[in-house]
């Protein structure tokens, strides 16, 4: 099981910035591809971005492409959502976890995700 703790979440109006972090206890993430999840109330949770091990960005759905970006520093063992321009739809609470992107713009926990109690981002003026 892969198993992280996010943070960075919080209250921004339209068109602000956050920058959440996942970060892995021990060697949790070697080797596995990590992604952002998030569930709006009311909604199915859904992934929204993949990366690999190495770095490439294995997907990212178009509700955040161009606004949302993914990094990792493998050092650090922590994976980074950079978010910019805010949009209202963009509350909820953000997950991490392993992913799998079997498709374009099609990002799954994968088998070996655990969930953790995720990070909180409000979007309203």
């Known amino acids: 099981q892969v198993q992280a703790v996010e943070s960075g979440g919080g209250f921004v109006e339209p068109g602000g910035s956050l920058r959440l972090s996942c970060t892995g206890s021990?060697?949790?993430?070697?080797?596995?591809?990590i992604g952002w999840f998030r569930q709006a109330a009311g909604r199915e949770r859904e992934g929204i971005s993949c990366?690999?091990?190495?770095?490439?960005?294995?997907g990212d759905v178009d509700s955040v492409k161009v606004r949302f970006t993914t990094s990792r520093d493998k050092a650090a063992n922590t994976v980074y959502l950079q978010m910019n321009s805010l949009k209202s739809e963009d509350t909820a609470m953000y997950y991490c976890?392993?992913?799998?992107?079997?498709?374009?713009?099609?990002?799954?926990?994968?088998?070996?995700?655990?969930w953790g109690q995720g990070t909180q981002v409000t979007v309203s003026s």
């Open positions: 021990g060697a949790a993430f070697d080797g596995y591809a």
């Open positions: 976890a392993a992913c799998v992107s079997v498709a374009p713009g099609v990002i799954l926990p994968s088998s070996v995700a655990q």
């Open positions: 990366i690999t091990w190495s770095g490439d960005t294995a």
